[in-house]
């Protein structure tokens, strides 16, 4: 079993729709947690950092639940423009530091 | 300030040769990493250097070795080159290893 598992998608949506990615991790000593965003043929970049508190940017809402390992993106009104793979990464201290990456969930926006 | 550069941005290797990919940052930070990511497995962790003259291994580090010997370069040697190192490999940096990591542009390699 992954570390890191993600439904792989691809997710298929209207112009306007809400959409949501689900994330789940293994590793319990797993200390902080993101939200990348990685276009066709280019590097990844943070979207945003997950709490577990809860977080929100403009459109998009991340949550975390630790007692479960589930992480969520929630994105609002989406936009052709959110066209992207979206990866979910979660970062250990145990056998080291390490930082592990979900295969990403690919999003398609169609106008 | 450029950030995270990687050199070079293509590069095709036959089976055996050995080449180093160059990563470069200009942010102060102590952590580094290499990732290679492969179509349907995400990117995976092959070295890591949380500062200069520490290094350690990810998941996948057979055929790879690292060096740090300076707080800005990160260099990931490939001994000798098999078809199964074809990829595309990422460098990246973060403050400390909890942290937003920033990448590099990747470098794209083939191995014939």
């Known amino acids: 079993r992954k570390e890191v598992e993600q439904d792989p998608g691809p997710f298929n949506v209207p112009e306007g729709a809400t959409v949501a990615f689900n994330c789940t991790y293994s590793?319990?000593?797993?200390?902080?947690f993101f939200w990348y965003r990685q276009d066709c043929r280019k590097e990844p970049k943070l979207l945003m950092s997950v709490y577990s508190s809860g977080n929100e940017d403009g459109r998009f809402t991340a949550q975390l639940n630790r007692a479960s390992q589930y992480i969520s993106l929630l994105i609002r009104d989406s936009k052709l423009s959110d066209s992207a793979t979206y990866l979910c990464v979660v970062n250990k201290r145990a056998g080291g530091f390490k930082t592990i990456f979900g295969a990403g969930t690919r999003l398609f926006v169609k106008a | 300030n450029a950030g995270v550069t990687q050199t070079p941005k293509f590069q095709v290797l036959k089976t055996g040769q050995s080449m180093t990919l160059q990563c470069a940052q200009d942010?102060?930070?102590?952590?580094m990493s290499w990732y290679r990511q492969d179509p349907g497995m995400g990117l995976r962790l092959i070295h890591y250097s949380v500062g200069a003259g520490i290094t350690d291994q990810g998941e996948v580090p057979n055929g790879y070795n690292v060096s740090r010997s300076t707080t800005e370069d990160f260099p990931l040697r490939l001994l000798s080159a098999a078809p199964s190192q074809t990829s595309v490999y990422f460098c990246?940096?973060?403050?400390?290893?909890?942290?937003?990591?920033?990448f590099g542009p990747g470098t794209r390699l083939t191995v014939l």
């Open positions: 590793n319990s000593a797993s200390q902080s």
């Open positions: 942010m102060n930070h102590e952590y």
């Open positions: 990246a940096t973060a403050s400390e290893y909890y942290n937003e990591q920033f």
